[in-house]
């Protein structure tokens, strides 16, 4: 780690490392190109960048056809930066981890064995269905594997959901024996706090500073949000006192009623079940135009199954002490059987009046038994058990309390009480020991096991997602003739990029490091900057820079593998610019998370920050950053996602080193051609950059059939300080004079070539298809008159 003079930069430490393994690959090319003397951001040093755009296997596909040609053509040793997003990555790492070791292996991609097609190239034809292989077990593995993530994701939040229901337990025993039924009082305590800085406000007005004022205003709202929380406490709190008045057997009863009710019902209830979905069905449709609000609905069910999950521990754990002896019934039954203990309608009415109370509690009288000695000489009620419990039930328990002592409160609070009619069941207290103590060691136990063991990285989806990536498309030559000309080079270390003997391209993996919970003004809408992964060095200006070895060291788990899967991650709670905010806790509840938690450079940077790094966990505190949207720079780890969340194209990083030619294919699915990744490229690299790319889309851009007169434009880039570069800009399109076969498969699939992302799951037709048109567009660029400018 460099730490020799602070934190590293760009300019000072990741640039010039770059410049080094540039230089050794050009002379291992036989690039007779030279680097410019000088470390510095210049276009004098001849830089070319290759960028490969997002769009899934659809992009992989198409990006691999160029690949091709270029090396086919000798272009392919002319590039020195390989810049790739999310699909594009894939064949952008293949290309990576079969040259890592010695330049031409990428040859195994174009030349042909006496058995037919390139090796390398039947490999990824194979595998290009990758996210399925054949076999039940293996068809069935990716849904076990949500399930299973979805379950321990649930576990994760299930300790929070125990720990609340002991708290709302022991809300209750406080409330009930010291404030008894003035639970209202919340409420004027949480307004009292506003009201008075209302009044503070105009007293320190005039003698405050900018910034003093600016601390008032966010105390002033906090107060605000105070006082709204404690007023809607008081009817929440009413509501759940009636509610843990219930208990789960009764519950789970009127439950199973309900279902046998149904079966006994049979066709008919179908028939009326049928009917309201079809009504709930079409007042969807109804709102379809109303999406925003079909989606905050949706996002909502998150929260709502751990809230009626926190409802039913309530219900099973609370036996609320409060019961209301409505109109003192109670109290004036107990006072006439003193009166005449011999009276046996005064003990019938006794009788009665607490069979009510009980009831309230889901309780019967039938199994206790009075002790009317001492209520007639002390007026203290007592109710014993007839059969009274084991003791392990009645540890574990509320259910199997032996004895009940009934009191009525005359607290000097019952004064302020709506109602003085209150009665407390002591022994339903959990300062006495009455509680589901199995339930909390459970919650404590599950607690620690999450603590332990349980990696949010590790339960997500990203790993299979990683490995299906990387079993596909991470290749290396073999030197085993059994095993054929490639192998799987599936332990390939990021680091261990660019060999010493290696001609590749330095390898630029982009993601978007996700900033949700950042106030950072400079972050605008986006709430995401770029972060690169490459084999020297990882991170942004955002958060500076840490050398990949050390995050490899920290993360056993990072490799090339898993670097490309981050580009990768589109499915994630928190996608940058595009993150739907209603469904973020949803996502993270169902466990829908291809992203990935790094090291945080800003950490990182001396040694006794690496260790704190390094002794973090990733638990559920951030599983809640994801959940709430809170994602931010002052954690130990940052969460990053798919690159295409901020940039889709993979140029925006060739634009930071003063790329003199950079490459750009966009494989984007762009059906009505808005040329929207440009587009955005074009803004952020005039706002962050200072850069402007001028180009004329006009020929690329397609006529009402479809057809474009070029595939490709050529356009200049206007860098600071007055250097000027050239941008090459190939599109997924077509001009009418491809191959019989794609044109044949473009009345089949009249979408083609812009067929949507969502489809993953290519045959060998679909993925031939768009590699083929990938090296049509390559082969017409290559012939073309601009492809000399700035390149060779």
Request: proline share 5%; hydrophobic share 45%.
């Amino acid at each position: 780690m460099n730490t020799s003079h602070g934190r590293p930069t760009f300019e000072r430490d990741v640039f010039p490392t770059e410049l080094d393994e540039i230089r050794r690959r050009r002379i291992n090319a036989g690039d007779p190109r030279p680097l410019a003397d000088d470390t510095r951001l210049t276009l004098r040093h001849g830089l070319v960048g290759l960028a490969l755009s997002g769009g899934g296997i659809r992009s992989s596909a198409f990006s691999l056809g160029v690949a091709q040609q270029f090396i086919a053509s000798g272009l392919w040793s002319t590039v020195d930066y390989l810049s790739t997003v999310s699909g594009g990555g894939y064949t952008g790492a293949c290309l990576s981890a079969l040259t890592s070791e010695a330049g031409g292996a990428e040859r195994l991609l174009v030349e042909r064995t006496s058995d037919g097609e390139p090796p390398a190239l039947n490999h990824l034809r194979n595998g290009s269905n990758y996210l399925v292989s054949q076999g039940i077990l293996n068809q069935l593995r990716l849904p076990a594997l949500c399930i299973a993530g979805a379950t321990h994701t649930f576990l994760l939040f299930l300790p929070l959901v125990v720990l609340a229901v002991l708290l709302t337990e022991i809300f209750f025993e406080l409330t009930g024996h010291v404030l008894i039924d003035s639970r209202e009082w919340l409420a004027v305590l949480g307004v009292v706090p506003l009201f008075v800085m209302v009044l503070a406000r105009p007293m320190g007005a005039g003698r405050a500073n900018w910034e003093t004022r600016d601390r008032a205003d966010r105390r002033l709202g906090g107060y605000l949000l105070l006082a709204v929380f404690s007023v809607l406490a008081v009817p929440a709190l009413s509501w759940l006192d009636d509610v843990v008045n219930h208990d789960a057997a009764w519950v789970f009863e009127n439950i199973a009623g309900f279902l046998r009710e149904q079966r006994r019902l049979g066709a008919a209830s179908w028939f009326l079940w049928t009917t309201l979905g079809a009504l709930i069905a079409l007042g969807a449709g109804a709102l379809r135009w109303r999406l925003r609000f079909l989606v905050s609905v949706i996002g909502a069910l998150g929260p709502l199954a751990l809230l009626g999950i926190y409802v039913l521990g309530c219900i099973y754990a609370i036996n609320s002490p409060l019961s209301k002896d409505v109109g003192g019934a109670l109290r004036t039954a107990i006072a006439r059987y003193r009166a005449d203990p011999d009276n046996p309608q005064a003990r019938a009415a006794v009788s009665d009046r607490v069979r009510e109370l009980l009831l309230t509690k889901q309780m019967r009288l039938e199994a206790y038994e009075l002790q009317w000695e001492r209520l007639a000489q002390t007026g203290d009620m007592v109710l014993d058990r007839r059969t009274p419990a084991p003791r392990w039930i009645q540890w574990l328990t509320t259910q199997g309390i032996p004895q009940l002592h009934i009191r009525f409160d005359t607290g000097w609070w019952s004064r302020f009480s709506e109602s003085p009619h209150l009665v407390v069941i002591n022994e339903l207290s959990i300062l006495r020991g009455h509680a589901e103590w199995w339930l909390y060691l459970a919650g404590l136990l599950m607690g620690l096991y999450n603590h332990w063991f349980v990696n949010i990285n590790r339960i997500s989806l990203h790993p299979f997602y990683r490995d299906r990536l990387s079993r596909t498309f991470l290749l290396r030559p073999s030197s085993d003739p059994v095993a054929g000309p490639v192998a799987v080079a599936d332990e390939l270390r990021l680091s261990q990029l660019g060999g010493a003997q290696s001609a590749a391209p330095y390898h630029l993996i982009n993601t978007a490091l996700n900033l949700h919970g950042s106030a950072d003004a400079q972050l605008r809408e986006r709430k995401t900057v770029p972060f690169v992964l490459s084999q020297r060095w990882c991170g942004s200006p955002y958060t500076g820079y840490m050398a990949t070895t050390d995050v490899e060291a920290i993360d056993p788990a990072f490799d090339l593998g898993t670097a490309v899967a981050i580009s990768a991650a589109a499915a994630s709670p928190n996608m940058g610019a595009v993150t739907v905010r209603p469904l973020t806790f949803l996502l993270a509840l169902l466990n829908v998370r291809l992203n990935y938690w790094l090291p945080n450079p800003a950490w990182a940077w001396s040694e006794s920050w690496t260790a704190r790094v390094r002794d973090s966990r990733l638990g559920l505190g951030y599983l809640l950053a994801e959940a709430f949207g809170h994602t931010d720079r002052h954690r130990p780890f940052i969460n990053c996602s798919d690159g295409g969340h901020i940039e889709n194209l993979g140029v925006y990083e060739l634009l930071r080193r003063r790329c003199q030619t950079i490459i750009c294919v966009d494989a984007e699915c762009d059906p009505q051609f808005t040329f929207f990744g440009f587009i955005n490229l074009q803004r952020y690299a005039e706002i962050d950059l200072g850069t402007t790319i001028r180009i004329d889309l006009g020929p690329v851009r397609p006529n009402a059939e479809g057809i474009s007169s070029a595939h490709y434009a050529v356009g200049t880039i206007l860098y600071r300080e007055g250097e000027q570069g050239v941008f090459h800009y190939l599109k997924l399109s077509t001009s009418g004079d491809e191959p019989e076969y794609l044109r044949y498969y473009r009345l089949e699939c009249p979408a083609f070539p812009h067929e949507s992302t969502s489809d993953q799951f290519f045959d060998e037709i679909q993925f031939e298809a768009y590699r083929a048109l990938g090296r049509h567009v390559a082969e017409q660029y290559a012939s073309g008159p601009s492809i000399a400018v700035g390149i060779i």
